[in-house]
């Protein structure tokens, strides 16, 4: 039986998840890159498919990865995450999108939280990286930015979001356990993506850091 990807993270061990990813991205690279782009001639992989040739042109294409600043943002005590109309019902994530032509990674998750929800980001802290095969093999550069708590009124782009708005930690936490139900269910339960993408990671990290600081203060 086969299944898609997206839905395979969902079962899939951890330790193998990257693998099922990156031959996922080599396969989808080789079938979109079977013609050299200079000459129009067919390009041949070599034994590991690690990248292709044309003989042609001796021009060697190798797989590449698209750039993508995905960010948890906070105002201290609730953080914020969006859904897309594709999503599946019920799922919400970090915002995230692709850096433009000569953009840092600052400049782009700027610009991404303010085009997708209006609001303005500080104290920019760098989380990791990860790859992911969706949509054509992305490098996500996942971090934590901070809005100030007196501006959060979100202003969502509805051309790329179909919702978006502040969770608690509760919230969250609850969240982080549920996996996705019934589609049919009104209304959808909330949750998150899985253990393996890096969303979570910085989930469970922004939970993990409100749990410390409640204790520091003497909150359940």
């Not at 996996?179 to 393996?196: H, I, K, M």
Request: net charge negative; glycine share 6%; with cysteine.
């Amino acid at each position: 039986m086969f299944v898609d990807l997206r839905k395979a993270f969902f079962m899939i061990p951890g330790p193998e998840s990257p693998l099922a990813a990156k031959g996922q991205a080599l396969l989808r690279w080789h079938q979109t890159n079977c013609f050299c782009s200079a000459t129009g001639q067919p390009t041949v992989r070599n034994q590991s498919g690690s990248f292709r040739v044309c003989h042609s042109s001796g021009i060697t294409y190798y797989p590449k990865m698209a750039p993508v600043v995905i960010v948890l943002v906070s105002d201290g005590s609730r953080c914020l995450l969006a859904r897309q109309a594709m999503f599946p019902p019920g799922m919400y994530s970090a915002l995230s999108g692709f850096c433009d032509m000569g953009e840092s990674v600052e400049e782009a998750l700027h610009r991404e939280v303010a085009e997708e929800v209006g609001l303005e980001v500080e104290n920019l802290q760098y989380s990791g990286s990860q790859h992911w095969p969706f949509p054509q093999s992305s490098f996500m550069l996942a971090c934590h930015a901070t809005v100030n708590p007196d501006k959060t009124q979100v202003n969502i782009d509805k051309a790329e979001l179909e919702d978006a708005r502040w969770f608690t930690y509760e919230e969250i936490t609850e969240a982080l356990q549920n996996l996705p139900r019934d589609p049919r269910r009104e209304p959808p339960v909330f949750w998150v993506p899985p253990s393996y993408a890096i969303a979570n990671q910085l989930l469970q990290e922004w939970a993990n850091h409100q749990q410390l600081s409640r204790k520091l203060h003497g909150l359940k």
